[in-house]
């Protein structure tokens, strides 16, 4: 690590000393290099407290900064990335939809190579303990994971005779801008796998959602001394449909509800650490991970393997489709059997229409996270 990158950590957050602006990305995308946008430091709704930022995975290896996370942004949006220039990771995380895309299945560099299994939302990935990514949990951490689809065949292309991140490293390196921004951003203009490790991973922790219609009528009961945190009041800002949805989703199957919240935790909607499969298939050995359900609304299909087109579907499973195996979570047996929740039409609605208030319109449309290049 070079004396300037210890200079800026040591400065801390937004006090950063003015670095030349990086001439050639300047040229190439919208970014203001001189008013660097704020990633580092961002402004939580007051349920976001400390029981929420305990669960934040960001390591103290790669602490935020505002200009590593617009290199990040940089990265994340360009086809160059690829071996042949058609894709970036925006193919596949698609802001409008909450970054994940509409397909069962993916495309990256080819139309005849699909992905193993569905491109999943990235809101709130930050707040998942214990902080490992994909829905089979196989990469340690969102910087392990930035790697794979930069090598899958599948996606970004670089696995093989491709030749792998040494080659990309030396396709960044003979842009007229990476080597810049990566001085920019840095303090040298290395291009190394732990830098674009480290830029990808805060560019996508930095996307955190805390502006649904939830949200907004969540904050006018919370109170962190109220009983269960105001999670179990009515909305003032939802229908009677969506607060029995709510009240459906907050509450213990015991206590007459669907028992949703014990692993979707609110306010963040990320699954809870110690959650274990929700049963999709009779035997399942595998341990699956969800995304934050926010955003949940934008689009299907849902679940690992894209199995269900519609949140109705969904609904459906939890009611009655649940399948027995070694890993299915006790949260979802009732005598040791998987549950049946046995809900009427209008309350599976309610379920359904209490999922859409979840859609975030911030994110979705934050500058921040948007494409940077002039196209
Ligand atoms: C071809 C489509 C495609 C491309 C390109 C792609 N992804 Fe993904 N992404 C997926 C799929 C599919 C999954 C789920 C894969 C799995 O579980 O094995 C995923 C999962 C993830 C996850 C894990 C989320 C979680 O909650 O565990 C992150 C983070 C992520 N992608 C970031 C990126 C980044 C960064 C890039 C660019 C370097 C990228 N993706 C490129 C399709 C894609
Ligand atoms: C035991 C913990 C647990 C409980 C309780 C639970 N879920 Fe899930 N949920 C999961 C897991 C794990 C997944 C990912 C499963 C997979 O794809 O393999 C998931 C996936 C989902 C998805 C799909 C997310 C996506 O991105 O495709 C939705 C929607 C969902 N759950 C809604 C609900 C609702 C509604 C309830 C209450 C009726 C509920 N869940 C109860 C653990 C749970």
Redesign the pocket.
Known sequence: MSALVLAVAACGRGHAPPRATPAGVAALTTIDFAHVANYSAPALPASFDRTVTALDNSPASNVADDRVATLGRVLFYDLRLSTNNRASCASCHRQALGF?DSMRFSNGISSAATTDF?A??LGNLRYWQPGSAF?DRRAASVEAQASIPIHSLSELGWGGAAGGLDTLAKKMAATPYYPDLFGWAFGSATITEPRIQHALAQFVRAMISSSSRWDTGYARVFSPAAPNRALDVDLPNFSGQENRGRH??MTRVGNGG???S???VPPTFA??AD????G?DAGET?L????S?RS?GLT???????R?AT?AD??GF??HGIQAGPA?????RQAGRPQR?NLSLADRAA?VAF?MTLNDPALTKDARFSDPFRR
């Open positions: 994940t569905h999943m939302r829905w459906l989703f669907a028992g949703c014990s692993c979707h699954l809870a959650a274990r499969s929700n999709l595998r699956f991970k969800a995304p359900l949940v299907g299909p849902y679940m690992h393997d894209g269900f949140l969904v609904v939890y009611d299915l979570d006790n949260r979802l929740l379920l999922l």
